[in-house]
T-cell receptor, first 115, second 112 residues
Framework: AQTVTQSQPEMSVQEAETVTLSCTYD???????LFWYKQPPSRQMILVIR??????QNATENRFSVNFQKAAKSFSLKISDSQLGDAAMYFC????????????FGTGTQLKVEL | KAGVTQTPRYLIKTRGQQVTLSCSPI?????VSWYQQTPGQGLQFLFE???????NKGNFPGRFSGRQFSNSRSEMNVSTLELGDSALYLC???????????FGNGTRLTVT
């Protein structure tokens, strides 16, 4: 069974600084997707970034980038120039390619952004 | 384009009752997935429907069921409610396989 582990229940970052959220996963599959979702107090899950396992290049979306280490099964999220609006719960998630839309989520990291 | 719409936003039910939650996907999206979110178990996959057929199912008891209509709207039903069913139920839609999921705001169910 696939598992996703987020070892940091809570993280803090100063506004305008950089923070890295960790995620590791376990799978025997070779073709899959990895995601970072953000859940603010409004409860809606918002896709931050996604990575296809067959692509070696790390995905980036504006201030958000990932460090994807396939052999180590590691998928960390880096947020640069942190803003107050980045404060939220962040979830790492995994999906097998061709396995429909069944996502396996980690337990989440609560990110606090301080002035 | 309107996002994923879930109704109602809040629901309070009594143990033993049944409940139906509704999800309207983004126009054109044919896949609808349901997730349960609790503080103890986190986010867990319930099931996925695509073109009115259940494509995937998570490890939940038979009290949890769902269906999808021809217009892609989906409903989730929980019968014989238990206290442990109290959770945020999230619905997500996508257009084709391997495309990103778009989530709704969820339905907060409280069972007393």
């Amino acid at each position: 069974a696939q598992t996703v582990t987020q070892s940091q229940p809570e993280m803090s970052v100063q506004e305008a600084e950089t923070v890295t959220l960790s995620c590791t996963y376990d799978t025997s599959e070779s073709d899959y997707y990895l995601f970072w979702y953000k859940q603010p107090p409004s409860r809606q899950m918002i896709l931050v970034i996604r990575q296809e396992a067959y692509k070696q290049q790390n995905a980036t979306e504006n201030r958000f980038s990932v460090n994807f280490q396939k052999a180590a099964k590691s998928f960390s999220l880096k947020i640069s120039d942190s803003q107050l609006g980045d404060a939220a719960m962040y979830f790492c998630a995994y999906r097998i390619t061709g396995g429909g839309n069944k996502l396996t989520f980690g337990t989440g990291t609560q990110l606090k952004v301080e002035l | 384009k309107a996002g994923v719409t879930q109704t109602p936003r809040y629901l309070i039910k009594t143990r033993g009752q049944q409940v139906t939650l509704s999800c309207s996907p983004i126009s054109g999206h044919r896949s609808v997935s349901w997730y349960q979110q609790t503080p103890g178990q986190g986010l867990q996959f319930l099931f996925e429907y695509f073109s009115e057929t259940q494509r995937n199912k998570g490890n939940f008891p038979g009290r949890f069921s769902g269906r999808q209509f021809s217009n892609s709207r989906s409903e989730m039903n929980v019968s014989t409610l238990e206290l442990g069913d109290s959770a945020l139920y999230l619905c997500a839609s996508s257009s084709i396989q391997n495309s990103p999921l778009h989530f709704g705001n969820g339905t907060r169910l409280t069972v007393t």
